[in-house]
């Protein structure tokens, strides 16, 4: 770990975004799923599950007012069977003084106003704004006045408070509340929010850490660890860090907390809300309950990403954050491990990860079905939160290699193209029959829903695409990296200290000559080639440039406006005008000017004093025909099809159905074509890949027939879409690995 | 249906099984299973999930001493989460005066009282005899004087019973408690337990039925239908035909019994031993409840097997009882229908039957998944019940393929081969990590296990094993069927009316002349040969005998005193010395003698007056490399290995890790080779595929590659072993369907 290398994202501000592609993602959110997701949290959805998001603010406000809120004894609301959830005995008349809905529902509105901060950056609302000033207040009338602020807890008794840290969400939903706040207070410039949500930060340090007395507990969610290290860089406050450098460091020692609790709560109550006793025949996940929760052992010892698949890529992210800000060695090496075991084991084609429903989990090294893939969209979001994280500290392209896949197809992937519908599960193969038929696949939906009871889906993708330049730009004080190629206008200020994101001031005091712009413009993904213009009046720094790891040929021109440079990389080395440089030293390509070149970890650094100056990518985007490592079961013999970015699947609508009867002809794969697509009202493109159909068995076949003699097997041609649009037209079957002829 | 072609098992005690196969198993369910069994029964087994069943009917009885239980209020027993299952609040000390297990538990003791039966005729055992004597004392003490005979109610409080027959079980115990006692009683002659079922299903018969007042309902799970035929065979007690047929009549008419007699729950005590409503995201099986018990229509309309697995084919079975008694064509209709959907969409090459574990269920057509297969032993068994009741209406030579099929493979599979343990699901492809950690396969036992709480498969294979004989042969007034090749001596009486199993005197008076008496001795299923050694004294009658559908060519030779004859069977089509028969008439081989023989349906008869005689059987047992129907997506582009009636699997004790990895190469099937194998403590056969290893991937190829370079396919040998005796060397890997190459 150098810190010298660390970058942080680039303050919103300083990012204008004008990509085609993105920008129509970023509006769907702006015009389709913030005002959207305002009708849910206040229940307003036909069909759809409410939230009782607001309801639970109010109801918990006014129990504020009637003073009966601080003393009341806790009293077990009735949950369903979906799990941590109440609901009204009458759907049509919730009682307004109770708690309804998951355990963690106050997330809804945190996750919302989120997106809404970053947005409001973007896109300036007073509309927008007013109303989540209102959602604010109710909000913070909810709020205890020691700070405490979860409406479970609020509404049902507050001497249960922090003795279910293992399945109840108080943790959680300040982690959610702090992450909104920040956003917010950095979009509009407004603490209210952030003031409460610092109140409940200051609540939980007193009540958690090392001293003596203070409870060694730690988030059975986890996300408080990475918005603590946030909130400390936003505001400077020694203790949040603190608080979250604890809960890394006491997760998973010995004796388990988790455990611990549920002693008590046994000793409180007769076990009358604890899990029942071990049976004989339990599972894996029964045998390792704090597997679940990567509370199996402590955070330093893990090396393999295990249990609930978004909580464990959210922990990574906290882990991350701390390594860096407290430049901690035997942590930034545990998320190197993690990292790696990912990626080598544990990652869709698709960027998704979490192969199995049970427990919304990682599954076992190599088990990564297709048909019953779990892929939850907020655990591909966690992986691009804890992607980001891993290039702040050390930028390599193999951490943007992942969250570019993750983020053009399994998140993408999570929401409709109108922005109106939504997959909490993504699978890479779907027959609509079996979602409702076989038990395996009940979790699968066949179609993109409106909403869901526990929705933590919509808002996370909300959230992610509309703070998109977060992810796109990291800097240090003397280097820009662009990790993703967008459309965007971006200011770059060399020699500022870089703490955190977005809380510089637009306007610097620092004198001319400190600041470059640049305009990039990309083709991608559906072409290998971008463009930066960059003007600037002298200022010296880095730019550095990602390579991808989709591109095995990439060459770069950079044009000064007196000379014209020639790169290229390959398998990360670098040739300049010609001649190649293996080593990663900085090559002076130019004496006069002091322009001079790198390539490290697949990141291209040019080093220049900047006047006017152009930059042109040109990256290789051949269409890929890829195979799984073999002891993934399920894709044995199986080939999928990729190209740059984009992972791409077969449907039912372009291809017919019972696509198990087609095969990719991989001896043709010289005939493969790409066309442009406008199917999808945006521009795509498809890809035909020359193939093979078995004819259909009738019924009058029978079950069971001779081998030897084969069926028919008809050229023809697969068509191939984008995963991130499949599910636009209709339900159908769609799979992304084919079997290969 | 044509009554002149109606048979009845033969009576136990007219047939001594000499079979070397079929005698080890035998002999294993004689000395392992039933004394296990006892045991069980008994909560006397270390580390088995306890039965409760004797300790229940002990509770009963002693409650009936007491007087206390005719006037005992209902109080529901606290269910754990494994469904209708009681457990003691301390399971080292079970009140006494408690039921505990599940609602069903009575049935353990009939299933293995029913198996004592047949072992008996076959194997005389005084201790046995006596101990099962003492079983059915504790038994009788326990039924209410009114008849009444499910220890559930008599202990938990009798004004509840018959409340909830959709998920209870008493009907279900009727019909188990009705079996058991006929086949104690035809093994014994002792007839208190048939009494005491007599008594129980007297006061059903008052309880339910057609007249004004009765109550309209059916078994939730179906078996009375056909215990009640049973019933009524052996009694000739019509009011139990009646009964049987109310049942299978009433099943599915509208308004629908179940959903009636849930309103009635409601309303008696607020819905609160009642499901919750119907949720929003409700999949297929909770949209369509009655499905699972074959209620969703009138049983006459049904023409797909649906819901729970055993409970259709035991539907099923008493269905074709009846129809055959009362000679009910629309009945007997419906069940043609039923069987061609069970063979043609939903039967596993294995023999086995329900593909999906959620509801224990059939699944959708074609949905025939291997490695999550449920394929319950217990269905495979109600499958052989349904086939015998198909050939005993008509014999037709593909009910006696699935009959075989399901014997030989799913239901010996269902047992370890040395009787001490055992499988409920049978799938056809294990891998043993994913049957810990995938939740798709959590039914999946890496293991055969030695005993279940909910223990159906153990006994139901000790009861069916132990009966083989009436499986193996039928007899009608003139003829014998000899539906299995097994070495075994059978004594036919020609010109007896046959009515119903076994009730018949051993000594009968019918003058001499009458009787033929025939030794079968067979090497099947290891190799096609099979021989029967006739004597008689000139007793005329028909010997049929099943030509099996695996045998393409089947060459017979019958030897009498004087002549030869020698038979071809080539696809359906019979030539005797030479010359092509194509009608299914009968064709008078000897003038002189009068012997004629015939085909029909795949079944060869032959009409004779029998002196000594010797007909031997050569059938044509070729390896089979058969692929599945392609619209079962499960299979697509795979292969499996067949010879006769066993199905193959691959096992990673004979071929490494990583299944996966291998090919059979459908292009070399001429260099299969067959080999006696004796690594199992019995004479098999294995079989050597050519086939093709890949190459496994290192953990440094990374999760994805290009496909275009290849790597490497090694020629192996592929070894295959029976189905039956897979996971008896340990725990391992296991393929049924092999990728072909």
Sequence with gaps: MRKEEFSRPIGMKNVKITDE?????????????????????NDRVEGASPSFCMHNFKAAGKLMRDKKSQGNSFIPPKYTFRGFETLPDDPEHPDEDKFYGFVFQDTDFSKWVEAVGYSLVVHPDPELERIADGAIDIVCAAQLENGYLDTYYIINGMDRAFTNLRDHHELYCLGHLIEGAVSYYEGTGKDKLLKAAMRFADYCADYFGEEDGKCKGYPGHEIAEMALARLYEVTGVEKYLKLSEFFINQRGQAPNYFEEEQKKRIEFDGGKYTAPRMRADANWFERNPYYYHQAHKPVRQQDEAVGHAVRAVYLYSGMADIARITQDESLYEACRKLWDNIVNEKLYITGGIGG?????????????PNDTAYSETCAAIGLVFFARRMLEISPESRFGDVMELSLYNTVLAGMALDGKSFFYVNPLEMDPTACDRDERKLHVKPIRQKWFGCACCPPNIARTLSSLSMYAY????????????VGSEVTKRFGERVDFAGAKDGNSSLGEGTSVNLKFSSELPWAGKAYVKISGNGARGKLAFRIPGWSRVSDIVIKTQDKEY???????????????????NWILVDCKSGVSVCLKSDYLFIDNSWLDAEISFDFDMQVEILAANNNVRECAGKVAVKRGPITYCMEEADNGKNLQLLYVDTTAADKISVEEDHEFGHKTVSISVPGKRESLDSAETGLYKSALARNVFADCTLKFIPYYAWNNRGVGEMAVWVKRY
Tied chains: 1, 2.
Excluded: C
């Design 21 to 41: 592609f993105w920008n129509r993602e970023q509006e769907l959110v702006r015009t389709e799923v913030i005002p959207y997701q305002w009708e849910a949290l």
């Design 356 to 368: 199995t429903h049970m427990g919304e989990a990682f599954s076992f090294p190599y088990d990564l």
């Design 474 to 485: 990291t800097e240090s004080e003397d280097t820009l990296y662009a990790h993703l190629y």
């Design 566 to 584: 020639e790169l290229t990389v390959t398998e990360g080395a670098l040739s300049v005008n010609g001649e190649k440089h293996l080593s990663e």
